[in-house]
C-alpha cells in the first residue's frame, strides 16, 4: 500500500480480555517494527521483523504479548489478559531492509478499563 | 545500551526565529539516524534521515548534522511559523539495521 495501515485505530476493552493489532507495512517493506507508547512518555520498543522472523523479541514486556508476521506482509500483535497498564498507542513502522528509515503508521489507541 | 538524549525537554519561541534541536547518543556504532516530527494524538512523520556516512541533509527550512564520532546530532529549523509547533524526536538506528533507540523529544512552540 501507500503507508503503513494500522487497524483499529481506537480500541477500547475490558481488563482481562484479549486484543489483536493489526499492521499491514508498505509493499516491499521487509522490516516491521512494533513500538508503544505511552501518555507522555516516549516510544518503547517491543519487537522487530524482518520477513517473518523476529530477530528481536527483547522488548516485549511479558509473555502475555506476543507477534506474528506472516507471508513477509500483515503483522499482528496479541495481547492477552489485557491490564490496565496495557494502555497505550502501538505504533508500527516498515523499513525497506531496515536501511532507509522507519515510515510509521498512525497507531492504534488501546485503552484497558 | 544505546541511550538518546534530547535537550531542551520543551522550547517556545516567537514566529520567524531560527531554532535548534539537539540530540545526543551515547554508542557512535550507528547505522543511521531519523528526525520526526509528532503533532498531538498523532504518529510520527519522518522529516530527515541521514546515514551514518553523511554529515548533514536538507529539506526546506530544515536541515540536520550528524556528527558520529561526538554522538551528537543538530536539527536546525529557520523562520519558524506556529504550523511547526510539534514534539521532534530523534531516532538511531544500528549498527546492524535493527531496532531505533528514541529519544523522548523536544516539544516546540512557535508564538504567533
Known amino acids: 500500500g501507500a503507508g503503513v495501515s494500522q487497524s483499529p485505530s481506537n480500541k477500547v476493552t475490558e481488563k482481562g480480555k484479549d486484543v489483536e493489532l493489526r499492521c499491514d507495512p508498505i509493499?516491499?517493506?521487509?522490516?516491521l517494527y512494533w513500538y508503544r507508547q505511552s501518555l507522555g512518555q516516549g516510544l518503547e520498543f517491543l519487537i522487530y521483523f524482518q520477513g517473518n522472523s523476529a530477530p528481536d523479541k527483547s522488548g516485549l514486556p511479558s509473555d502475555r504479548f506476543s507477534a506474528e508476521r506472516t507471508g513477509g506482509s500483515v503483522s499482528t500483535l496479541t495481547i492477552q489478559r489485557t491490564q490496565q497498564e496495557d494502555s497505550a498507542v502501538y505504533l508500527c513502522a516498515s523499513s525497506l531492509k531496515g536501511v532507509n528509515g522507519y515510515t510509521f503508521g498512525s497507531g492504534t489507541r488501546l485503552t484497558v478499563v | 545500551k544505546q541511550e538518546v538524549t534530547q535537550i531542551p525537554a520543551a522550547l517556545s519561541v516567537p514566529e520567524g526565529e531560527n531554532l535548534v534541536l539537539n540530540c545526543s547518543f551515547t554508542?557512535?556504532?550507528?547505522?543511521?539516524l531519523q528526525w520526526f516530527r509528532q503533532d498531538p494524538g498523532k504518529g510520527l512523520t519522518s522529516l530527515l534521515l541521514?546515514?551514518?556516512?553523511?554529515r548533514e541533509q536538507t529539506s526546506g527550512r530544515l536541515n540536520a548534522s550528524l556528527d558520529k564520532s561526538s554522538g551528537r546530532s543538530t536539527l536546525y529549523i529557520a523562520a519558524s511559523q506556529p504550523g511547526d509547533s510539534a514534539t521532534y524526536l530523534c531516532?538511531?538506528?544500528?549498527?546492524?539495521?535493527?531496532?531505533?533507540?528514541f529519544g523522548d523529544g523536544t516539544t516546540l512552540t512557535v508564538k504567533p
Open positions: 541521514i546515514q551514518s556516512s553523511q
Open positions: 531516532a538511531v538506528s544500528g549498527p546492524n539495521a535493527g531496532k531505533s533507540t
Open positions: 554508542d557512535s556504532a550507528i547505522y543511521n
Open positions: 509493499s516491499g517493506h521487509t522490516a
